[in-house]
């Protein structure tokens, strides 16, 4: 169920750009924000909002946490 409502917000956003503003968006940010809002709400219960929202706050701590150097992300995650 969760799963079907997020394809047809996909599907709406597809429509709208495609067809209304005549113009296509950038393929990769979609699937990425689609598959945010999909784990998301299916295996953690949250609603990021990620497909409607430009900006949301998960998106960007999600691209700081990806974009650390291995060594940045070993201090924080054996910090005492």
Known sequence: MLINKKCLI???IFFTFLFIFKIFM???RVSQQFTLDTIGSCLFGIETN???N???TLVKHLKQLFSMSLASLMVIVFRK
């Open 50 to 52: 990620s497909l409607q």
């Open 54 to 56: 430009e900006n949301p």
């Open 10 to 12: 996909l599907k709406s």
């Open 26 to 28: 950038n393929p990769n």
